[in-house]
């Protein structure tokens, strides 16, 4: 059995910036806690205030570089900064994550710095029912800007917009990378586009390609992504990153489409929870499901009558 | 406004074997059709006769032209045959099969083989909720046999394992063909082994890796997974490969396994329903949901209190 767990004093903790308390509260998330309905209540009052920012791009691009370099520009402005790396794939948290680790080191002993990597496989509501959580611990903790990536490629890379406010999306030159953003549907998503390795040869191209397809997407509001050059190694271009995610949050909130964004992202995570409950309910009635199971496969009853019977019985 | 359909018209259609009535039944299944419990309760007596066998293999394995080959061979036995093809990642069906179907058209004219594509990305119980469905419409039908494979690669070969009585899994030699199957997952759930372009070099080797693998499996009862090889293209072969089928079968009903995997199957199936059912609940409830996903987005209320809520009031 596990100990009681004094949540408030847990959130209470957090909030002054202790780090062993944040990471504990990530935890509880990660594990899918039966403490999580309380941690969700006593974090709620404490939430709204950080800015939320996604970083998805292709493997090789230069995403944990530019991260490391970003949190050093936030710094020099004074921003509490947290990274939530999330291994979709992953049951296990931490090993995968071992190079960006080490990337990240430079930061490791700044108190306004929080690095954290988290599994969501095997969790019940998947990134969508426990990243928010994860963001929500980071937000009352005091943190200004909370940078979220996702690792490996596919429908994560798209899914993250759906947990940020600003979506950024980095590129590098040359490789096609345009034409297999416009693949992924990464370009539909950004808010703002990287090109990295931006002395490498190709840039302009990319970033003409890109203009192209950005003109091209269908209408974004008020909002035109822009599109900034950098050297994420040398530390070249990231402050002007940083200027186009604080314009991006200005016109969010300006335009009222920052409350729009979390009102969806919102109501995305209740009803992955809502399932997931459901899903951890029908669980608990194994051996009801399991003889309606063996009258369906005997053919005396039908799978959509066995599973109306299931929901009125668990 | 959709006609009314005749639904216990259509399925006595379908057991005397109309091909017409069939394919109708299969686009409700695809189509999610509100008549699908009504459907399902009419089918349920007039199931569980045919022997259901998945085909999964990567690209390039010739699984169609197998596929097809073994259609051959059973309608030689005088056998009734269905080809089930899913499409997991498509919400169209028929297009991204042509080419399957072309290879097929040695069959289309025959009156007791039944060929159908289906897609069920965008089905609410997704695979799992989608092809037993399709599959007790063929089982009504009367086919003895019914082949399903599923285009793509990933996870839905996997799944297939979960939908059908026998896993045939099929290679081809070299390509380091032995060690992708065991990456993916694919080496655990098969049955039966098919080397297919056999008569290519490797195809001892192969069988010698694939022996060691299978060797190294958890216990999978007194059945040992057989390998045969093959040269679908020439037909060679695939007599073993249809008489290993029907000894797996008499192995399944022998051992009682049969009514186990098909307990198992329709456990999933009535989960997989059950929450696809909630989930069309809660999206009838959007404007609650949208004024729960407000106050949460705005902190005064958490989200596992607005699911919870949520469930209550749909």
């Known amino acids: 059995m596990a100990r009681a767990i004094d949540i408030p004093d847990l959130v209470a903790r957090a909030q002054q910036g202790q780090a062993a308390a944040v990471a504990r509260l990530i935890s509880l998330v990660e594990d899918d806690s039966p403490a999580l309905p309380e941690v969700s209540a006593a974090l709620a009052p404490h939430t709204g205030r950080a800015h939320i920012v996604g970083l998805t791009g292709s493997p090789g691009v230069g995403k944990s570089t530019s991260t490391s370099a970003l949190v050093s520009s936030l710094r020099q402005q004074g921003k509490r ?4 790396a999330i291994d979709p794939s992953s049951p296990f948290s931490g090993g995968a994550l071992l190079g960006d680790r080490i990337r990240m080191s430079e930061h490791d002993t700044d108190p306004d710095v929080f690095i954290r990597s988290m599994a969501s496989r095997g969790h019940l509501g998947g990134l969508a029912g426990a990243a928010p959580q994860a963001l ?3 937000d009352a903790a ?4 909370i940078l979220v990536e996702t690792v490996g490629v596919g429908q994560s890379e798209v899914e993250i917009a759906g947990i940020a406010d600003t979506t950024l999306v980095l590129l590098a030159p040359g490789m096609g990378d345009g034409i297999q953003a416009a693949k992924a549907g990464i370009l539909e998503i950004g808010d703002i586009f990287v090109i990295n390795k931006a002395d490498r040869d190709g840039a302009a191209t990319t970033r003409r390609e890109l203009r192209t397809m950005i003109g091209m997407r269908a209408d974004t509001g008020d909002w035109t ?4 050059l950098t050297v994420a190694t040398k530390g070249e271009g990231t402050d002007e990153v940083v200027d186009e995610i604080q314009n991006h949050f200005a016109y969010l909130t ?3 489409e920052l409350t729009r964004r979390r009102v969806g992202r919102a109501r995305r995570e209740i009803e ?3 399932l997931a409950s459901v899903q951890r309910r029908l669980g608990e009635h194994a051996a009801g499901t399991e003889q309606l199971a063996a ?3 005997a053919g005396s009853l039908d ?3 066995a599973a109306s019977r299931l929901l009125d019985h668990s």
């Open 272 to 274: 992955a929870l809502a």
């Open 303 to 305: 799978p959509f009558a």
């Open 225 to 228: 992504a822009p599109i900034v």
């Open 81 to 84: 900064v947290a990274v939530l």
């Open 142 to 145: 005091g943190c200004d800007v």
């Open 136 to 138: 929500r611990v980071l």
């Open 254 to 256: 300006e335009s009222g």
């Open 295 to 297: 009258e369906v496969a």
